[in-house]
Structures are given as C-alpha cells and as structure tokens.
C-alpha cells in the first residue's frame, strides 16, 4: 500500500521560515505528480503548490506564490516544501498527496485529482 509521511511542521514565529518533507513509499515515484494542501481550521483544503513527475514543472497557489518553493528528489522518493516569510494565515495542517500522473502540472491543483494522501503535518506561525 501506498505511503506518504509528512514531517517537518512546528511551532514557529511570524516571518520565520519551515522546509517539509514528504517521503513517499511503494509507488512509482517518478510517475506521480506531488501536490502539497493545507487546511485550516473550518476552512476547505487549499493548493500550495504542485510539482511534476520529473521536477521540471512546478504550480503553486495565489495564497502562497512567491515565498514558497517545492522541489523533489526522485532518487530518494521524497518531495520538498520550503516555505518563507511566514504569516499567522499560514496555520493549517499541511498534506502531501500524490497523483498518477497523465496531464499536465496544472491539473493536479485540485484536491480531487490526486489518489494518496499523507497524514499531514500542523504548522503554527504565531504573531
């Protein structure tokens, strides 16, 4: 059976910065599109940021473009989430999810398009 283990998540201050790991298990990993979401607390699960198979396409969501970066090394089956400037609006659990993929980068921004799903990670900015 699939696996994803999130880790990396914390405490941490307002513009601190945080990198999360996902580590995947028994796929394919480099036939699968990786996606990171959050979700807050009564609020619906939100795109970060998606990447390609190969690494070389990324997309990322309006709330975070620009102080987010994702990454991923096939060789050791693990995708990246390095976020920067933190805010307090960034309070959610972080998940990684991963989909097979067929089409390209911008079709995985929705949540329903992904078939494994990790347990998620709590990240807290406090102000």
């Known amino acids: 059976q699939v696996q994803l283990v999130e880790s990396g998540g914390g405490l941490v201050q307002a513009g601190d910065f945080l990198r999360l790991s996902c580590a995947a298990s028994r796929l394919t990993f480099s036939s699968y599109a990786m996606g990171w979401f959050r979700q807050a607390p009564g609020k619906e699960r939100e795109l970060v940021s998606t990447?390609?198979?190969?690494?070389?396409?990324?997309y990322y969501g309006d709330s975070v473009k620009a102080r987010c970066t994702i990454s991923r090394d096939n060789a050791k089956n693990t995708v990246y989430l390095q976020m920067n400037s933190l805010k307090p609006e960034d309070t959610a659990v972080y998940y990684c999810a991963a989909a097979l993929e067929l089409y390209a980068t911008d079709y995985y921004s929705r949540a329903n398009r992904y078939d494994y799903w990790g347990q998620g990670t709590q990240v807290t900015v406090s102000s």
């Open positions: 990447i390609s198979g190969d690494g070389g396409t990324t």
